[in-house]
């Protein structure tokens, strides 16, 4: 049944001018009839659904369907010698002008140059395809289109091209675009639909989108086989998040439900729960400078509804309604200046803040694990009153946890992480040489020095981690956790962010 379902939209698939996505194959979830034993091939975009009874049929979403750039700049091939960049000050059907980078203003007329090329603007990350003049196209992520040269980042590794090597760039919508795209263009009462965007997702492996729109659809109907693929969805996340698996395998956004489980599994020192994780990353955000961040419809709704009274938050309906198209970093600067606190664990942010990407590169991962949180150190029963966890140590929870004991807890009155003076920090200072520390670590068998000569960069890097932290002490509200036989600061925390 389901194969039959699905059947007609390949070939409206093929016709699609976009790139297939490389996207795994994945078993689809049981269903009521047998499935055959070689599945179709995964599309790269959301099939579209079966038109449905006096409904029109949604629009498989694609590059094209995506909302169009809104471009600032333009470089321009004037003839086989000559070429010009700058800002966009107007532009017609026949005529730009743009203005350098020397603030001088030209006026180009179009049919009279080579070439008109618009230059895309940020996010820095966005995935794009760089056509080149040879025809060659690669897919990474942007760093830069400038005047002189594009930048690419491909897999860890930047790239950069002469500028007049490249024909354009374009943007290359990821499956959360189209996911969001291909929302927009289905009614409440196409039940069809709803449920073929549910399976991409599961096929995407998208769980927690493909579980969020299966839960809406059988609200609104009685659909045999979104449960089933429920039933699916619901094991698959139980399966990436045994921790946080207590019943139909989502994600905790409470934190605290799971406590007790994650307190048999390590009675010392229980781990940080997935949703306290991104409770952290949310208070970390730099608003100039965000991670990716997605917003559920839902928590704008709540928004809408419970500050209503606010200035911040529009008073016409129609306005309400745009409200919905904001970009995400601006839904959180509002929720941060209402102070909805109980409403941030509902922000998903998919990406690392940037002060956090430093305490994992270069603190946490480059010295900390190996030299402080071994087995023979403080990874292990000699570790005296300080412990750390070192086992799946790249592991979100684990080094979450190592931040929380690191910036919560005092030794002797003295805290490891003085974030106003990140050099007297205990940590700092435990770290030096012996005969360079105002106060040097005590005398234990097996100690060495972190910072040695060689590896002075290394205290550049803690001072940068600790400077770069938008809560300071590891004062995050909602997030209750003691670090283990230690004592919290007494000592007022340094204002920080009002958020």
């Known amino acids: 049944m389901r194969t039959m379902f699905l059947a007609p939209f390949v070939a409206i698939l093929c016709l699609q001018s976009t790139p297939p996505a490389e996207v795994p194959p994945a078993a689809p979830p049981p269903a009521a009839e047998p499935v055959p034993a070689t599945p179709p091939a995964e599309p790269a975009t959301p099939p579209a659904a079966a038109p449905e009874a006096a409904k029109p049929k949604p629009l498989v979403p694609s590059a094209s369907d995506l909302p169009p750039e809104k471009f600032t700049r333009a470089y321009i091939v004037v003839d086989r010698v000559s070429t010009a960049a700058g800002k966009i000050e107007s532009e017609d059907e026949a005529v730009i002008v743009l203005r350098d980078e020397k603030g001088r203003v030209r006026s180009f007329t179009k049919n009279r140059v080579l070439a008109v090329k618009y230059l895309l603007d940020g996010p820095a990350g966005r995935r794009v395809r760089v056509i080149f003049n040879d025809a060659r196209v690669l897919v990474g992520n942007l760093v830069e289109d ?64 493909s579980k969020r729109e299966l839960e809406s659809l059988l609200e609104a109907t009685n659909h045999y086989e979104a449960k089933q693929l429920l039933n699916e969805v619901n094991a698959q996340l139980k399966l990436l998040a045994p921790r946080d698996g207590e019943g139909d395998g989502a994600p905790s956004r409470g934190g605290g439900e799971d406590r007790t489980k994650r307190e048999k599994d390590d009675p010392k020192s229980p781990l940080l729960s997935a949703a306290e994780v991104n409770l952290i990353r949310v208070y970390e955000i730099d608003l100039n400078d965000p991670p990716r961040i997605q917003i559920p419809e839902t928590l704008i709704a709540t928004m809408l509804e419970r500050y209503s009274e606010s200035e911040l938050i529009p008073a016409k309906s129609t306005d309400r309604k745009s409200f919905y198209a904001k970009e995400p970093v601006d839904i959180v600067k509002t929720l941060f200046a209402l102070k909805a606190r109980d409403l941030y664990g509902e922000i998903e942010v998919l990406g690392e803040p940037e002060s956090l990407n430093i305490f994992r590169q270069r603190v946490h991962n480059a010295w900390l694990i190996n030299n402080c949180a071994t087995s023979r150190c403080h990874g292990g029963p000699d570790g005296g009153r300080l412990y750390l966890h070192n086992k799946n140590f790249k592991d979100d929870e684990t080094r979450m946890t190592n931040l929380l004991i690191l910036t919560r807890t005092t030794l002797d009155g003295l805290p490891l992480v003085d974030f106003e003076k990140p050099t007297d920090s205990l940590v700092f200072q435990y770290a030096l040489p012996k005969t360079e520390a105002r106060r040097p670590h005590p005398d234990v068998r097996g100690w060495s020095p972190v910072f040695t000569p060689g590896r002075r960069g290394l205290q550049e890097d803690f001072v940068d981690w600790v400077r770069s932290m938008k809560i300071q002490s590891g004062e995050y509200p909602s997030i209750e956790y003691t670090p283990p036989g230690l004592k919290r600061p007494d000592r007022q925390a340094p204002s920080g962010p009002d958020r």
């Not at 590794?157 to 007049?164: F, K, L, N």
Request: glycine fraction near 4%; avoid cysteine; aromatic fraction near 16%.
């Open 146 to 209: 400038g005047y002189e040269a594009v930048s690419v980042e491909i897999e860890g590794i930047t790239a950069r091209y002469p500028r007049e090597a490249v024909n354009e760039v374009l943007p290359y919508p990821t499956d959360q675009e189209l996911y969001e795209r291909f929302r927009t263009t289905v009614e409440p009462d196409q039940f069809g639909a709803r449920y073929t965007l549910a399976l991409w997702l599961y096929q995407k492996k998208m769980y927690l989108e």
